[in-house]
């Protein structure tokens, strides 16, 4: 079962692209964000098209998200993240499929850091690790997906220094993430990959692509049971040298059918 996540950074202006990278990483499962799109605006038959169903929690011109499945029906469970009734942001969506359990989630940016929007960052992770915490002794699958605007550590940053002041490398963001970690949350980036430098997020400017000069806040979180079945997680950077693309770029995990399958496979 190979599971996606990738910020589209608008799904109307960017449908080729998700399509194109659909029909060549042929993931079965995906979760999308940052649809930028209200509810009555997704692309719904030209995903069905593509051969997967779709459930999505749309918003007009900002955030959204969508889970999408080609390998059996999506069984929704959650549409928005507990713990603020008067919360109107399109952030998360929840849903299992397959025997697995899948979050799909935008983190907030939190910029300007410090200020309002940054306070609503550190209560929405609050308000996730609250959620999360009924969901990682499950005895099914778990995979927590999405932009987490969150850099975990310097490894995950093309010179730090400069990010010193920005709401994804505060010290109470990142002491947040770890918090997750602690929670029993395994990220299956670092898990395979613990010291290589891995990106999932460059600037449209200065070549920032090219110069590999980016940022790791896409990331894949598993619990226990999902964690024995890993056999890879990857990064998938052909999509962000394409033209009219994201700024994100996908990346994903393959769950093998057995516990304790470790056998890596990589896109071709």
Same mark, same amino acid.
């Given at each position: 079962?190979?599971?996606?996540?990738?910020?589209?950074?608008?799904?109307?202006?960017?449908?080729?692209?998700?399509?194109?990278?659909?029909?060549?990483?042929?993931?079965?499962?995906?979760?999308?964000?940052?649809?930028?799109?209200?509810?009555?605006?997704?692309?719904?038959?030209?995903?069905?098209?593509?051969?997967?169903?779709?459930?999505?929690?749309?918003?007009?011109?900002?955030?959204?998200?969508?889970?999408?499945?080609?390998?059996?029906?999506?069984?929704?469970?959650?549409?928005?993240?507990?713990?603020?009734?008067?919360?109107?942001?399109?952030?998360?969506?929840?849903?299992?499929?397959?025997?697995?359990?899948?979050?799909?989630?935008?983190?907030?940016?939190?910029?300007?850091? #410090?200020?309002?929007?940054? +306070?609503?960052? &550190?209560?929405?992770? =609050?308000?996730?690790? *609250?959620?999360? $915490?009924? %969901?990682?002794?499950?005895?099914?699958?778990?995979?927590?997906?999405?932009?987490?605007?969150?850099?975990?550590?310097?490894?995950?940053?093309?010179? #730090?220094?400069?990010?010193? +002041?920005?709401? &994804?490398?505060?010290? =109470?963001?990142?002491? *947040?993430?770890? $918090?997750? %970690?602690?929670?029993?949350?395994?990220?299956?980036?670092?898990?395979?990959?613990?010291?290589?430098?891995?990106?999932?997020?460059?600037?449209?400017?200065?070549?920032?692509?090219?110069?590999?000069?980016?940022?790791?806040?896409?990331?894949?979180?598993?619990?226990?049971?999902?964690?024995?079945?890993?056999?890879?997680?990857?990064?998938?950077?052909?999509?962000?040298?394409?033209?009219?693309?994201?700024?994100?770029?996908?990346?994903?995990?393959?769950?093998?059918?057995?516990?304790?399958?470790?056998?890596?496979?990589?896109?071709?």
């Amino acid at each position: 079962m190979k599971i996606a996540t990738y910020n589209v950074n608008g799904i109307s202006g960017r449908l080729p692209v998700l399509l194109r990278w659909l029909a060549l990483a042929e993931p079965d499962i995906v979760v999308l964000q940052e649809l930028k799109a209200p509810q009555e605006a997704f692309p719904k038959a030209a995903i069905e098209a593509a051969g997967y169903q779709a459930i999505w929690h749309g918003q007009s011109r900002w955030n959204g998200v969508a889970l999408l499945s080609r390998v059996g029906e999506i069984h929704e469970t959650r549409r928005g993240l507990p713990g603020d009734p008067k919360d109107e942001q399109s952030r998360y969506v929840e849903a299992a499929v397959g025997g697995i359990l899948v979050a799909g989630l935008y983190l907030p940016n939190g910029n300007p850091c #410090p200020g309002p929007k940054f +306070d609503y960052k &550190l209560d929405w992770m =609050e308000r996730l690790h *609250a959620h999360l $915490r009924s %969901l990682v002794n499950l005895k099914a699958p778990v995979v927590v997906a999405g932009d987490f605007n969150v850099i975990p550590t310097e490894v995950d940053v093309y010179k #730090p220094e400069r990010w010193k +002041d920005d709401a &994804l490398f505060a010290t =109470e963001a990142k002491a *947040a993430y770890r $918090r997750l %970690l602690d929670q029993g949350w395994v990220d299956a980036i670092r898990h395979l990959h613990p010291k290589e430098t891995i990106y999932t997020f460059w600037h449209y400017w200065r070549q920032s692509f090219e110069r590999n000069a980016g940022i790791r806040i896409d990331h894949l979180l598993l619990n226990k049971p999902a964690t024995k079945r890993l056999a890879a997680a990857e990064v998938d950077l052909r999509p962000r040298g394409w033209e009219k693309t994201s700024d994100h770029t996908p990346v994903w995990v393959e769950l093998g059918d057995a516990p304790g399958r470790k056998t890596k496979k990589k896109i071709s």
